[in-house]
Each structure stands twice: as structure tokens, then as C-alpha cells.
């Protein structure tokens, strides 16, 4: 079990982005709040979204019967459908209240904080963070509990966005700083950096794929659906006008994640090791 957040002490800027942006986030994204694996042949975000699930579950080397844990598993949307698509038994945590109250059918999500879980070690055959390092205070921590939990010769998989190198200045200034701020990402970090993180965990074999380019298309796919529905949708038209600031900083947020793919100020790469043994 995970350990609660108690009530009055959610003052984490994480979860309460995820808690105030939920209706807007479930209009945009569904269930589904990753990036989707646009490959060749791919014409829906559905289908892009399935294909991400396989991607992460072949990484992660699952076979039925396992028992998978996903950190940072928002409304558990992945983690039903790899139950579905591989036989596994998962479960997940998410920080959000929203999210654990509207959790996919058939998910077992739980409420509470990653760093501070009560998971006994080696309980899970493979583990995984799919974009949610990028909002942890303390990342490094997050990974080390995640070899933990780990079974020895399980696997661990880190699926992250993550800043471009050589940044130029004007990109940094104009893109990536706004998008730390306003997508509660104070955790994003570069390839060596994640790399460090596993490696002081004790993690081993690594392999690290970049999808990039693959991953691109969900964010100019992202901008139609919410222009379309900012344009034809009542319950959008109302929640984005409950505050037009916070909407108006939310459209930047999307229109500068699309140009920083477009651009390579920013990257998405998966990161697959095991825990020794």
C-alpha cells in the first residue's frame, strides 16, 4: 500500500496543477495523458497511444502473470490497457486527487507520493515512469526506489522528455524556461543526467531509445483537438473561461512544447535497464 496524502497538506505544486487542469486535461487527452508513438502507418492518436503501450511493454520484457508498478500513472489509463495487451497484474500511484477519483476502469491507481512509499523491496518484476520523473522534486531518489521495488534481474523503464543539448540561449529563455514553470517540470533533465541517476542506482545493461521524432506529431495533434473544442465544445468554452490568464498561459504551453520538438530544444528518449541478479 501506499502512504495517503493527508488531507489539508496538499500543497504540492504538482498535484495541484494536475487537480486544477483536470476537466481541461481529460477533454484534450482522454485517459490517455503520454505521448503517443506516431510510426509509419499510424493515423489516430488512439492507435499512436497503443502503440506507446507495446513499445513500453516490450521494454520492460513482460510476460503474463507479472506484476508491473507504474509511477506517476495519472489515471491508469497505460497500465489497464498493458494488463490488457501482455497479461500482467499492475498497479500505480498517481499524486493527483482528480486522477485516483476518475481512475480508468479497471486500474488499480492509488493516492500518494512515490517518495514517500512503504513498498516492500523486489516486489514488482518491472517497474516504470512514463513522463512523470520531470515533475518529481527529487528524481534521483524517485529512480533509486524504483531499483528498489524492483525484483533482482527486473526491469526498470524511464520514458522522458527531456531538455535538447546545446540549447541556444533564446530557446532556453523562450522555451524551455516557460515550459519547466507552467508544466510543473522542475525535474527535467538531460540524457547524462538520467543516465547518473540509474547508474548510481545500481542499474545495469542500459538502453536508451530516442523517439523524438516519433513522439512529435502528438502535439500538433494535441493543438487541433483543443483548438477544435475551444471552438465547439461548451464545457471547454466554460473552463477555459473560469480563467482566461491561466488559459491563455496554457495555449503558450502547448504552441512552445510543439516548436521545442520542432526544433530539438527538446527530446524524448526511453531509458531501459534491470536490477542486477
Known amino acids: 500500500m501506499m502512504k495517503r496524502v493527508a488531507e489539508g497538506c496538499r500543497d ?60 506517476g ?25 482528480k486522477q485516483w477519483e476518475q481512475a480508468a476502469s479497471g486500474a488499480d491507481v492509488r493516492l500518494g507520493d512515490w517518495l514517500q512509499n512503504d513498498l516492500p523491496d523486489g516486489e514488482f518484476d518491472a517497474v516504470m515512469a512514463v513522463e512523470s520523473l520531470e515533475h518529481m522534486s527529487d528524481p534521483k531518489t524517485a529512480v533509486s526506489e524504483m531499483l528498489r521495488v524492483t525484483k533482482p534481474g527486473g526491469r526498470v523503464v524511464l520514458a522522458c522528455w527531456m531538455e535538447g543539448d546545446r540549447l541556444r540561449a ?63 465544445d461548451r464545457g471547454m468554452q466554460e473552463a477555459l473561461g473560469s480563467d482566461w490568464r491561466r488559459s491563455v498561459r496554457m495555449g503558450l504551453t502547448l504552441n512552445r512544447i510543439w516548436a521545442a520538438y520542432v526544433l530539438g530544444a527538446i527530446r524524448y528518449q526511453v531509458f531501459s535497464a534491470r536490477r542486477p541478479g
Open 12 to 71: 504540492d505544486d504538482v498535484a495541484a496543477h494536475y487537480d486544477e487542469l483536470d476537466s481541461i486535461y481529460r477533454m484534450i487527452w482522454e485517459e490517455n495523458l503520454h505521448h503517443g508513438l506516431w510510426e509509419d502507418g499510424v493515423k489516430s492518436r488512439s492507435e499512436a497511444a497503443a502503440r506507446m503501450t507495446e513499445f513500453i511493454g516490450d521494454r520492460l520484457h513482460l510476460r503474463e502473470g507479472q506484476r508491473v508498478w507504474d509511477v
Open 73 to 97: 500513472c495519472g489515471f491508469g489509463r497505460m497500465m489497464s490497457d498493458l494488463v490488457d495487451r501482455f497479461g500482467v497484474k499492475a498497479g500505480g500511484v498517481t499524486i493527483s486527487r
Open 170 to 232: 533564446w530557446e532556453k529563455r523562450l522555451l524551455i524556461d516557460p515550459i519547466r514553470r507552467d508544466g510543473m517540470l522542475g525535474g527535467m533533465a538531460d540524457e547524462g543526467r538520467i543516465r547518473e541517476y540509474l547508474d548510481e542506482a545500481g542499474a545495469e545493461q542500459l538502453v536508451v531509445d530516442d523517439l523524438s521524432r516519433q513522439v512529435e506529431r502528438t502535439w500538433s495533434d494535441c493543438l487541433k483537438r483543443a483548438l477544435r473544442l475551444a471552438l465547439s
